[in-house]
Every structure is written in C-alpha cells, then in structure tokens.
C-alpha cells in the first residue's frame, strides 16, 4: 500500500517560505498517470488545492496561489516538495500530500496525515 509522510517545520514567520516535504513509500513518485497534489485546509475551512507535479514532472497550480507556490520534486529520494513564499497568518493550515490516479482531476485515492503548518511571529 502506498503511504505519503508529510514533514517540515510547524511553525513559519510572516513573509518568510514554507517548506515541506512529502516522502512517499511503496509506490514511485514517477510512475505513468500518477500526479501528486498538495492541499491544505485552514482551520474551520474547507479543503483547498494547491497545485500538483506529475508522474512527468510538468506541475501546475491553483490559480490563486500560482504567483507563490513551487512543487518540486526528488526522484532518488521518491519525494515531492513544496513551497510558498511570503506567508502570511492565512497561510495557516493543515497541508496534505495527496495521490491522483484520475490524470489531475482531483480524484484522490491516497492521502498523507497531514502537517499543521502556523504561521505566526
């Protein structure tokens, strides 16, 4: 069975970059049809996607947080990364890494635990 582990830093100042990885098990980072999305949920709010990196490496983003977000990825570590720069206080969430059999449609068959990341001075 596939498994994603969230990690990175739970605490993040405003205007700085947040971080995290997700290291995925049992299952390649780069296998055909298979994309990788990172989505998060503010606290009392609903899930919110972020963007994703591909089985080929081509990513793309939610429009609303394109300007800030970069997902990377580490093919001998079998890890995707992200990263969103000049956070602010409602960038306070918990992040998910998730896999998407379904070519980015946003059908979701394995999720990490997810990671609370705050956002504060």
């Known amino acids: 069975q596939v498994q994603l582990q969230e990690s990175g830093p739970g605490l993040v100042k405003p205007s700085q970059t947040l971080s995290l990885t997700c290291t995925v098990s049992?299952?390649?980072?780069?296998?055909?049809?298979?994309?990788w999305s990172w989505i998060r949920q503010p606290p009392g709010k609903g899930l919110e996607w972020i963007g994703y990196?591909?089985?080929?490496?081509?990513?793309y983003y939610n429009p609303s947080l394109k300007s800030r977000a970069s997902i990377s990825r580490d093919t001998t570590k079998n890890q995707i990364t992200l990263q969103l720069s000049s956070v602010t206080p409602e960038d306070t969430a918990v992040y998910y890494c998730?896999?998407?059999?379904?070519?980015?449609?946003?059908?979701?068959?394995?999720w990490g635990q997810g990671t609370l990341v705050t956002v504060s001075s």
């Open positions: 998730v896999r998407d059999p379904s070519g980015g449609w946003g059908s979701y068959d394995y």
């Open positions: 049992n299952g390649s980072i780069t296998t055909n049809s298979f994309y």
């Open positions: 990196i591909a089985y080929s490496g081509n990513s």
